[in-house]
C-alpha cells in the first residue's frame, strides 16, 4: 500500500489470514519475519544493499525458496525510487535516507507472503517508521 502523506510518500504490506492460519503457511511467513526483524537490524550507514540482500537470499535458498522481488526501495516524492535494495544494486546507505525492508516469498498458484516496513537510515541502525504488526494478523 503506498500513499502520500503531507507530499511524502510511505510504503507498508502486511499479510493477512482469514479464521486462522493454515499450516503450510507458518513456516514462510515465520521465515519472512525472521529476516525481515534480522535485516531490519543491519540498515545503517554504510550497510551494503546488495549485501542485505544476500543476506535473506541465502537464508531463503537454505529452506528451499528464493527470493524473487528486490528487498526494498528509497521512499521520497515517488513510492519507489533509488536506492534500490536489490542484488543488482551495491548502494551504500546513508543516515537519513528512508527505505524499505520488504522480504517475501511467493509460491506460484498457493500463496504469498511479504512483510514491508518503512525505515528511516541512522549513523549506527535505523528508525522503523511503520507502526503496524507483524505476527499473525487473523481477521
Do not use: W
Not at 515465520?30 to 534480522?38: F, P, R
Not at 536489490?86 to 498458484?109: A, C
Amino acid at each position: 500500500m503506498g500513499c502520500k502523506v503531507n507530499g511524502y510518500c510511505s510504503d507498508m504490506t502486511r499479510t493477512f489470514f482469514v479464521g486462522e492460519v493454515p499450516e503450510e503457511i507458518k513456516p514462510v511467513y515465520d521465515l519472512v519475519l525472521k529476516n525481515q526483524e534480522q535485516t531490519g537490524l543491519q540498515y545503517k550507514d554504510g550497510a551494503s544493499t546488495r549485501l542485505l540482500t544476500k543476506m535473506v537470499e541465502n537464508d531463503f535458498k537454505l529452506h528451499g525458496y528464493d527470493l524473487v522481488h528486490s528487498l526494498g526501495h528509497g521512499v521520497g516524492m515517488e513510492i519507489h525510487e533509488s536506492p534500490y535494495v536489490s542484488y543488482k544494486s551495491d548502494t551504500q546507505l546513508r543516515e537519513n535516507m528512508v527505505v524499505t525492508n520488504e522480504p517475501g516469498i511467493y509460491i506460484p498458484g498457493k500463496f504469498g507472503v511479504r512483510i514491508e516496513d518503512t525505515i528511516q537510515i541512522t549513523k549506527f541502525g535505523c528508525i522503523n517508521l511503520t507502526k503496524s504488526e507483524k505476527n499473525y494478523i487473523i481477521i
